[in-house]
Every structure is written in C-alpha cells, then in structure tokens.
C-alpha cells in the first residue's frame, strides 16, 4: 500500500533528524565501511599473509527501505505491528519505520529474524506504543502471561535502533508486596541494540534489558520496582532514572550469575529522580554487577543505598556494586554498605566508556 501524500506533506510529523536519517542512509547504502550501529567487523587471518596478522571484514546490511507509519491511516500502514510484519524473513537491508505522531495502543514483537529495523518517532513526548499486561493475565492459552511476556514491545532481532519515541505499560504500580503486578514497557533480548531519546514509562519491572550487548544515550526511564532488569551487558549514558515509589522502589536488578559473565550495567553521568526511598541496586543474580559513575542523586536514596535481594545467598559476599565520583544528596547514601564499593579510576575505568560493550565497530562516534 502507497504512502498518502498527506503523509510527506505534513512535515510536523518528521521532524529534521528524521530527514537527516534518510538523506544518510541515501548516501551511505553503497558504503560498507559507514559509521553506523549497524555495522560490525570480523577479525580473519589474510590469505595473502603469513605474519599472523588480522584484517577486518565489515559484514552487513545492503541498501535500505523506509517504512511509514501513522496511526490515522495517512501512511503506509496504521501500526507499528503491521510495518514490522511488512519487513522480510531473514532480512538483510536497513530498515527504517518512520513512525508519526501519536498514541499507538498494541503489542509489538520484532522477531530475532528481522535484524537491522530502527523505529524512529516524532519525539518520545509525540510518538508512544503503549499496552498495559501484567505478569498474572492469562494469555491466549489460558496460562499466567509471567513477567518476560507482558512487554508492550519485545524485541528479539539484533542491531535493533529506537529514536524519539516512547514505550509505555500502562498497568497501575503495585503496592509494595503485591504479587502478578510486573508490567513490562519494553524488552529487549537482541544483541547490539541502541537506544537515543527514548522514553521508558512503568511501574514494576519497566525495562526488560534481557540479554545482549545495548547502549542507552539520552533516555528517560521511569518505574518504581525494578525498573531495570535482566541479564544485559549495557551501558546507560546521560539518562535520566525516574522513581514513582510511593512507600519503597528501587531502580536496577541484575542477574548476573557467574564470575566470567561478562554481563552487567554500567550507569554514566545520569540523574536519579523522584520520590524515594528507593534502593538504587539488587542483586537478582548471585553475582550481580552495577556501577554507577559521575551520576547525581536526588535525596531519595534509601538507607544503605542496595539490596541483596534474598538475603539469605550471600550474594553481597559476590556481587559487584560500585560507585565512582557520583554526587548530590543521596550520593552518602549510594556508599552505605560495605559491598558497595567506591572505585578508583583503574577500577572504573571499563564502566566509562562504550567498549564496555563492545561499541568500537557498531556505535558511531557521533552516537557514543
């Protein structure tokens, strides 16, 4: 189905970075080397060379669709659902959804057979995808949904982007102690996701960053239990972390569960917000890993500042919580137990920077 010239035609549904997308995914579709999230490279010996020395191969996507979407008909499609099933199997190409201003109120799945979509909103105040399951519905066969299955979007596809658009779970914030209320906004379970200008609206259990390699830059994300949670490697870089809690909350739960996993959440230069008391860390796996570093706190921060979850697995005798050079006046508190540690530069030093996710051949410089 052809895109109405409605569409085009009212500009104040693309905003100039939009445009700026198009014209460089235009210019850079012949290109394997761009700078873009979407590329990577594969170390291989050369044929041609005996010294042991490797090269690098980019492998990637080849040309680019773009894809529009308004919820009032005046687009190639009404739902983000119906753009996202419009994309091929086993896909190779960049595809960009150009998603217009409004409120678009259903479940979306990227299957981990659609790698290289990015959705791009008007802005995360204008364009919002929002549903509102919670871990005790029942499904369609009957069963309790569960927590990993409530998001409003899931996305399972790698190299995975979203800009200026917001994901919400509508479903009411629980009372602390109340059981089934987990209400996913948004989960993430593809390798090499980014995430700039989003917004991230729960209540318990918010963000699902599942598993893979992701970086979240300029992001707003709100919640009140948990609001961050999983087995992700990722980074959080200028972000602002926003807390709902009525009697207590806590921002991160990190399941990392053996000493060699990689895996964890760096948080660089946000801000923590809201109402409190609120425990800024738990230790959902055994060696859970969390850092915070040059992030300001409001005065919400609970006494003793993390959690070990269980309290009975001796978890703060593995997990690693670490604090560098954060401030404002819950930052004391940040730094209230012994397992909570306050990191030196050599020590902080792989939380600060992209590499941390392996970002070098998959962020652009302008992105980082």
């Given at each position: 189905?052809?895109?109405?010239p409605?569409?085009?035609?009212?500009?104040?549904?693309?905003n100039?970075?939009?445009?700026?997308?198009i014209?460089?995914?235009?210019?850079?579709?012949?290109?394997s080397?761009?700078s873009?999230?979407?590329?990577h490279?594969?170390?291989?010996?050369?044929?041609?060379?005996?010294s042991g020395?490797?090269?690098h191969?980019?492998?990637?996507?080849s040309?680019?669709?773009?894809?529009?979407?308004?919820?009032?008909?005046?687009a190639?499609y009404?739902?983000?659902q119906?753009?996202?099933?419009?994309?091929?199997?086993?896909?190779?190409?960049?595809?960009?959804i150009?998603i217009?201003?409004?409120?678009y109120?259903?479940?979306?799945?990227?299957?981990?057979s659609?790698?290289?979509?990015?959705?791009?909103?008007a802005?995360r105040e204008?364009?919002?995808?929002?549903?509102h399951?919670?871990?005790?519905d029942?499904?369609?066969d009957?069963?309790?949904?569960?927590?990993?299955h409530?998001?409003s979007?899931s996305v399972?596809a790698?190299y995975f982007?979203?800009?200026?658009i917001?994901?919400?779970n509508?479903a009411p914030?629980?009372?602390?102690?109340?059981?089934g209320?987990?209400?996913v906004?948004?989960?993430?379970?593809g390798?090499k996701?980014?995430?700039?200008g989003?917004?991230f609206?729960?209540a318990?259990?918010?963000?699902?960053?599942d598993?893979g390699?992701?970086?979240?830059?300029?992001?707003?994300?709100e919640g009140?239990?948990?609001?961050i949670?999983g087995?992700g490697?990722?980074?959080y870089?200028?972000?602002?972390?926003h807390?709902?809690?009525?009697?207590f909350?806590s921002?991160?739960a990190?399941?990392?569960n053996?000493?060699?996993e990689k895996t964890?959440f760096?948080?660089?230069n946000?801000?923590v917000?809201g109402?409190g008391?609120?425990?800024?860390?738990r230790a959902m796996?055994?060696y859970?890993?969390?850092?915070?570093s040059?992030?300001?706190f409001?005065d919400?921060?609970?006494?003793?500042?993390?959690?070990?979850?269980d309290?009975?697995?001796?978890?703060?005798k593995?997990?690693?919580?670490g604090?560098y050079?954060?401030?404002?006046?819950?930052?004391a508190a940040v730094?209230g137990?012994?397992?909570?540690?306050?990191?030196?530069?050599d020590?902080?030093?792989?939380?600060l920077?992209k590499?941390?996710?392996n970002g070098?051949?998959?962020?652009?410089p302008?992105?980082a």
């Amino acid at each position: 189905m052809a895109a109405s010239p409605n569409f085009f035609y009212s500009l104040s549904l693309i905003n100039i970075t939009t445009i700026l997308i198009i014209l460089s995914l235009s210019l850079n579709a012949g290109n394997s080397r761009a700078s873009s999230p979407q590329y990577h490279s594969i170390n291989s010996a050369s044929d041609n060379s005996t010294s042991g020395k490797h090269h690098h191969r980019w492998v990637g996507p080849s040309g680019h669709r773009v894809i529009t979407v308004d919820v009032n008909g005046l687009a190639d499609y009404p739902t983000v659902q119906a753009a996202v099933d419009a994309v091929p199997q086993n896909n190779m190409k960049n595809v960009l959804i150009l998603i217009a201003a409004g409120c678009y109120i259903e479940k979306v799945v990227v299957p981990a057979s659609k790698p290289y979509i990015t959705f791009q909103g008007a802005g995360r105040e204008r364009t919002v995808i929002e549903w509102h399951d919670r871990a005790s519905d029942k499904g369609a066969d009957g069963q309790q949904l569960r927590t990993y299955h409530t998001a409003s979007v899931s996305v399972f596809a790698n190299y995975f982007i979203a800009r200026n658009i917001s994901f919400k779970n509508t479903a009411p914030a629980p009372m602390p102690g109340m059981q089934g209320w987990q209400a996913v906004a948004f989960r993430i379970s593809g390798d090499k996701a980014f995430f700039s200008g989003c917004g991230f609206h729960g209540a318990q259990d918010t963000l699902c960053d599942d598993a893979g390699r992701h970086y979240f830059k300029e992001c707003y994300i709100e919640g009140s239990i948990d609001f961050i949670f999983g087995n992700g490697r990722s980074m959080y870089k200028d972000c602002e972390l926003h807390s709902i809690a009525t009697r207590f909350g806590s921002i991160a739960a990190q399941d990392r569960n053996l000493a060699d996993e990689k895996t964890g959440f760096a948080f660089l230069n946000c801000r923590v917000t809201g109402t409190g008391p609120l425990y800024v860390g738990r230790a959902m796996g055994q060696y859970s890993r969390i850092v915070f570093s040059y992030t300001y706190f409001e005065d919400v921060v609970a006494h003793g500042g993390w959690d070990d979850w269980d309290h009975v697995s001796n978890k703060n005798k593995t997990v690693f919580f670490g604090v560098y050079k954060c401030s404002g006046p819950g930052a004391a508190a940040v730094r209230g137990v012994s397992w909570a540690r306050e990191l030196d530069y050599d020590t902080a030093h792989p939380f600060l920077a992209k590499s941390f996710v392996n970002g070098r051949h998959w962020i652009s410089p302008s992105d980082a």
